[in-house]
């Protein structure tokens, strides 16, 4: 009997609704590829033309590796290594098509400008000398700063490992910005502002992480295609 039953088992890796799940994964796919023709037609590029002019204007490199959801702007400035690394994961797209419904209402926003915030972790390091930690949000063209550490280890600071972040937590993370005396954070944001941490870097940054997340999206719409195939 046990045979028999056997038998009635349908054939692994083809289920009834394969062909359907694969077939609604193709038109997402077309849809996607449809609107990145669309960006790539109106820029004149093969990239949006904010990334060409972020890329054309030389003073950041960035970090992109396909697969992950982080991202790393890196320059100097001096005998300073600068690194602003955000995260993708901050997007959240209902609230992000609400700002955006709000906005078409109103007629308030510029529809090119993402109003939602994003996360970064800032950090400024000098050789022998240490090292600036700055958690601050990206929104609205500004930069909210929230707290700025300093780590006598630069790798202490940067590294991404879990033995760092462990040690990290320990330690003293410093004030919060909003607490200190408003001439200091007035001249910590003119310090950050003469380093390239500014306007046009967080206006760029909610762009760029949009971007990412739909390239990221396309990618995974056909890895599980293919799996489903």
């Not at 490199?61 to 400035?77: C, H, W």
């Not at 330690?171 to 001439?183: H, M, N, R, V, W």
């Amino acid at each position: 009997q046990a045979r028999l039953l056997s038998t009635t088992r349908p054939v692994l890796g083809a289920g009834e609704h394969d062909q359907e799940l694969s077939s609604r994964l193709a038109q997402e796919i077309s849809y996607e590829q449809e609107t990145a023709a669309q960006i790539q037609r109106e820029s004149g590029g093969s990239e949006p033309a904010f990334l060409a002019e972020f890329r054309q204007a030389g003073v950041w490199k960035i970090e992109d590796v396909a697969g992950s959801d982080e991202i790393a702007l890196t320059r100097d400035f001096g005998n300073e290594h600068i690194r602003v690394l955000f995260s993708i994961g901050d997007i959240d797209t209902a609230d992000v098509q609400s700002d955006m419904d709000d906005a078409d209402a109103e007629g308030k926003e510029d529809e090119d400008t993402p109003s939602f915030p994003v996360r970064c972790a800032i950090t400024i390091s000098k050789p022998n000398q240490g090292a600036l930690t700055i958690d601050a949000q990206a929104v609205d063209g500004d930069f909210n700063i929230e707290n700025i550490s300093f780590y006598k280890d630069p790798k202490l600071a940067t590294e991404l490992t879990a033995e760092a972040d462990w040690a990290r937590r320990g330690l003293y993370i410093g004030p919060q910005f909003e607490t200190l005396d408003e001439a200091v954070q007035a001249q910590f944001e003119s310090f950050l502002e003469e380093r390239g941490i500014a306007t046009d870097l967080a206006l760029f940054i909610p762009n760029f992480a949009e971007y990412k997340e739909q390239r990221e999206y396309c990618s995974w719409l056909e890895n599980v295609k293919a799996f489903v195939d």
